[in-house]
């Protein structure tokens, strides 16, 4: 902008030295404002002054203008620079939302748990290797803790009642059968005040029987005929016509089909 206002000024001055020159050249014919040129010297001399002077008062507007203009585009972008800084600025102050994604309870765990449970120290069973649905998380986390006997069953029977509904998914069928496995290995302690809690007899203990049907299932029939053998060493019935005897005659009948 500064170069084009000096250009401006250069060149109303060039505009006027020529005027002048043109205006004070003797005998030239020229003709002032289309009057004849028998005006005198001084007469010329004042017109020219009197043009030049309006030259130059048009030339100092023209430059005014072109300042003018100037400062009000210089204003204009030093107001948009200050707005986007202002906006940047309150943009970035303000605290971030964070979004929490709502935690859906599992359904199912995954089919890549292979669950081992050491069964020599009672009181703490090993993790089952893998996140285990809300349903049985809670009775499983007090498992842990717990060293009663019948505390003990009851969390057993919770769980392995729980997983044996869901056995149709591999990964709920091997929890159902792991916890089944350490209940029954358990079993012994938890007989005596079993009894004693049930009046003098022994109620009926789902394990037994869900694990032998889920091991007959999967084709493990020796397992099964052992759990069935088991429960009847224990005194177990599992309220059908034949009872457990029964149950290894029907194992024994498939494994033979095999």
Same mark, same amino acid.
């Given at each position: /902008?500064?170069?084009? #206002?000096? #250009?401006?000024?250069?060149?109303?001055?060039? +505009?006027?030295?020529?005027?002048? @020159?043109?205006? /004070?050249?003797?005998?030239?014919?020229?003709?002032?404002?289309?009057?004849?040129?028998? !005006?005198?010297?001084?007469?010329?001399? $004042?017109?020219?002054?009197?043009?030049?002077?309006?030259?130059? %008062?048009?030339?100092?507007?023209? =430059?005014?203008?072109?300042?003018?203009?100037?400062?009000?585009?210089?204003? *204009?972008?030093?107001?948009?620079?200050?707005?986007?800084?202002?906006?940047?600025?309150?943009? =970035?102050?303000?605290?971030?939302?964070?979004?929490?994604?709502?935690?859906?309870?599992?359904?199912?765990?995954? &089919?890549?748990?292979?669950?081992? +449970?050491?069964?020599?120290?009672? *009181?703490?069973?090993?993790? +089952?290797? $893998?996140?285990?649905?809300?349903?049985?998380?809670?009775?499983?986390?007090?498992?842990?803790?717990? &060293?009663?006997?019948?505390?003990?069953?009851?969390?057993?029977?919770?769980?392995? %009642?729980? *997983?044996?509904?869901? @056995?149709?998914? =591999?990964?709920?069928?091997?929890?159902?059968?792991?916890?089944?496995?350490?209940?029954?290995?358990?079993?012994?302690?938890? #007989?005596?005040?079993?009894?004693?809690?049930?009046?003098?007899?022994?109620?009926?203990?789902?394990?037994?029987?869900?694990?032998?049907? #889920?091991?007959?299932?999967? !084709?493990?029939?020796?397992?099964?005929?052992?759990?069935?053998? !088991?429960?009847? %060493?224990?005194?177990?019935?599992?309220?059908?016509?034949?009872?457990? =005897?029964? @149950? +290894? %005659?029907?194992? @024994?009948?498939?494994?033979? &089909?095999?």
């Amino acid at each position: /902008m500064a170069s084009n #206002l000096f #250009l401006l000024i250069i060149v109303v001055i060039v +505009i006027v030295f020529l005027a002048r @020159r043109v205006f /004070m050249k003797p005998g030239s014919g020229a003709t002032v404002d289309a009057e004849p040129v028998t !005006k005198s010297s001084a007469q010329i001399e $004042a017109e020219v002054a009197e043009k030049e002077q309006t030259i130059a %008062e048009k030339a100092a507007s023209v =430059a005014e203008n072109i300042e003018s203009s100037a400062k009000e585009g210089k204003s *204009s972008a030093q107001n948009t620079t200050k707005n986007t800084t202002k906006n940047a600025t309150k943009s =970035a102050s303000k605290p971030a939302t964070k979004k929490v994604a709502k935690k859906a309870a599992p359904k199912s765990v995954s &089919k890549d748990v292979d669950p081992v +449970i050491d069964s020599g120290d009672k *009181s703490q069973p090993s993790p +089952i290797g $893998a996140e285990l649905p809300d349903e049985i998380a809670s009775p499983v986390a007090e498992l842990e803790k717990s &060293k009663d006997p019948l505390a003990r069953h009851r969390l057993y029977q919770q769980i392995t %009642e729980s *997983s044996y509904k869901n @056995r149709t998914d =591999a990964a709920w069928r091997q929890i159902s059968k792991t916890f089944s496995n350490q209940h029954i290995s358990e079993f012994a302690d938890i #007989l005596k005040p079993l009894k004693k809690a049930n009046g003098g007899s022994l109620p009926q203990v789902l394990t037994f029987q869900n694990y032998a049907t #889920l091991l007959a299932e999967d !084709k493990q029939y020796d397992e099964a005929i052992a759990v069935c053998e !088991k429960a009847l %060493e224990f005194g177990l019935d599992d309220k059908t016509k034949t009872g457990f =005897a029964g @149950r +290894i %005659e029907r194992i @024994r009948k498939q494994k033979a &089909k095999g």
